[in-house]
């Protein structure tokens, strides 16, 4: 499997065995492979192998040979999606899946990150997740973040596009009261409003 955007592994900071547990995939699959464009994807100590990818440039993986491409949090931050599609396809099975979670374009997180220039992203987040270090902050695109922009650019009948917005109380800093209200929001929302979007995106066979 390619762990698309793996970056630096974040996630091994998480002292929480059981997130731990859920989000370390070496040793559950025969191979990860982590693709970035940051060259700290090296020293990521969830893979077996890291490829620093320059976009407009080949992957180095052989055509038609990964299973399953899974993608947490990075949509947000593509430049071009045409691109990294096209890649997705070379390299990805008939069959396989694309399966990725990302800020809903319509939802309060990508609003929220769309007012505030990406000069000052750093500043902000200081006081609403601060546990995220300076390092784990990129500029964000959202070119492709809602079920439409998806489905144009994974297009039928190459690509199956299955997705769903859902949320869950993040970027409210320490305070138990602002998480309450956020849970309390998200319950009426509607889900087009929901703040994060999950997609699976299969391959066709016939591809």
């Known amino acids: 499997m390619v762990d698309f955007g793996a970056g630096r592994g974040r996630f ?3 002292l929480k065995p059981y997130a731990h547990r859920l989000q370390m995939l070496r040793g559950k699959v025969a191979r ?3 693709v970035d464009v940051d060259p700290v ?3 990521n100590p969830s893979l077996d192998e ?3 990818w320059e976009p ?9 040979s990964v299973d399953l491409i899974v993608s947490d949090y990075t949509f947000e931050h593509i430049d071009d999606p045409g691109v990294v599609v096209a890649e997705f396809e070379r390299i990805l099975r008939p069959g396989g899946w694309v399966c990725a979670r990302t800020p809903n374009r319509r939802g309060l997180i990508a609003i929220g990150a769309r007012v505030v220039p990406n000069s000052l992203h750093v500043r902000a987040l200081r006081r609403l997740e601060p546990q995220r270090q300076e390092m784990d902050v990129f500029p964000t ?4 973040n809602t079920l439409g922009q998806v489905r144009r650019a994974f297009t039928a009948p190459g690509w199956a596009v299955h997705g769903y917005a859902t949320g869950e109380p993040a970027y ?3 305070s138990a009261v602002l998480a309450y209200l956020m849970f309390g929001l998200l319950r009426i929302l509607p889900m087009r409003l929901q703040p ?3 997609f699976f995106i299969r391959r066709s066979v016939d591809a």
């Open 12 to 14: 091994t900071d998480d």
């Open 141 to 144: 695109r959202y070119r492709l």
């Open 32 to 34: 990860v492979i982590g």
């Open 41 to 43: 994807v090296k020293e």
């Open 196 to 198: 994060m979007y999950l």
């Open 56 to 64: 407009g440039l080949h992957i180095d993986l052989p055509d038609a």
């Open 172 to 174: 409210v800093g320490n």
């Open 50 to 52: 890291a490829i620093v």
